[in-house]
Each structure stands twice: as C-alpha cells, then as structure tokens.
C-alpha cells in the first residue's frame, strides 16, 4: 500500500508512478451528479481512466473483482451505511487498489482516522475539483495525499508529544476532555475564566480541531486522561 510520506499539496508524480498509464478509477458515489462532477476533472486528464462507477458498498466489492482498479476513489457517505472500518475491508480484499477518501467533513482527526484505516488519500469534497486528479495520481504512487486545509490538523495529530501546547494548554486540554466547563477550570488552575478561554482558542487553532469530541479523542489518544 501507501508509502508513509506526507504531502500537504499533490505532487507531480508524472511517468514515475509505479502503476502503467492510463491509472484506472473505480467512482463510488451514490449521487449520480457527485459522480457526474467527480468525472468530470478526471476525463480531462489524458493519464486517468474512469473505467467503473458504483452506488453502493456491494457494488464497490463487486466491481473491484472484476475491474481491478488502481485506485478507488470513495465517498464515505455511501446510503448504505459505509465507514472508516469500510476502508479497512475494501484494503484487505483489494491491496493492489489504492483508498481515496472523499468526505465533507473537515476533520483532521476524521481524516487521520481514515488514513489509519488505509486510505492513501483524504479529499475535501468541497475542494474535489482541483485536488481530485493529483489525489489519484499520488495514491497510485504510493505518496499521501491530504487536502491542503487539513494538513496542518494532521501533522499536530501526528506530532504526538511535540503537539505544540504549552504546558498550561496541555492540562486545560485535559480538563476540557474530562468535562469541566471553563468556569471550573479557572478555579481549578486559580486562572481568570477569559484566560481559560483565550487557552482554548490557542488549542483549537493549534491542533486544527472544531469540537470538543474531537479534543476528547485527542486528549484520549495522546494519554492524557491517565491518571
């Protein structure tokens, strides 16, 4: 599967990829105009051939039998209930095709979890049509894609220890994560409830994050709940 190289921007790849050209792409969409505008940056591309387009998770099986893509570009809101464990199944049956992940969701920890599933891409759907063709490309290559506007997300996620929070952040992202609202963080840390907020901003912003579900998960992965 996928080299572990990160790349915040597609790469030129160009005839150095490891698979014959035309690369061929498997859609997996249930909108017939998803796929319609999906197809429509990747017929232009004289390297790609989309050579297969499916609805629904048993299709996708189906059809990666028998066509044998090289990468499988796949939204992840499929109606019939897909998910990241869906990559980890679709790479186990298929490891010669390569997981591009399309989803509307911005989260760098969602898309760290679908890296970690197997994907070698994640693509904002929102930016698909310019990002799409060299996603595919970089996936085939064995290099890893991720939207530009995650990428920062993921390399806090990835940076573990050296997450970049100070100290003082650190312990308010732990607080925040076992449930304490700012007011009881401030009395618990003797700080003004505008510092504990300002501190929150600041680890928000640092680690790309929106919700405190996902500082929780964080919080979680890096240990710090552990008494």
């Known amino acids: 599967m996928t080299a572990c190289v990160h790349l915040a921007a597609a790469p030129d790849v160009g005839r150095s990829a490891r698979w014959a050209f035309p690369l061929r792409v498997m859609l997996a969409d249930d909108h017939a105009m998803a796929r319609r505008s999906l197809r429509l940056p990747l017929d232009g591309e004289d390297d790609l051939e989309v050579i297969s387009e499916a609805t629904d998770l048993s299709t996708v099986t189906r059809h990666l039998r028998r066509y044998t893509p090289h990468v499988l570009v796949l939204d992840l809101q499929l109606s019939n209930g897909s998910s990241v464990e869906t990559i980890r199944r679709l790479c186990d049956q298929a490891p010669e095709t390569e997981v591009v992940v399309l989803s509307m969701n911005p989260s760098p920890l969602f898309a760290q979890q679908t890296l970690d599933a ?5 693509v904002l759907k929102t930016r698909a049509d310019g990002e799409l063709p060299g996603a595919v490309r970089a996936a085939a290559a064995g290099i890893e894609y991720i939207s530009p ?75 710090l709940l552990v008494p």
């Open 118 to 122: 197997g994907a070698a891409a994640f």
């Open 149 to 223: 506007e995650l990428a920062p997300g993921v390399d806090a996620l990835r940076r573990g220890g050296g997450h970049g929070l100070s100290p003082r952040e650190t312990e308010v992202l732990r607080l925040i994560a076992l449930g304490h609202t700012s007011a009881e963080i401030a009395a618990k840390l003797h700080l003004s409830p505008r510092t504990v907020e300002t501190h929150r901003a600041h680890i928000h912003r640092k680690l790309g994050m929106r919700t405190r579900a996902e500082l929780v998960q964080y919080a979680l992965g890096q240990r």
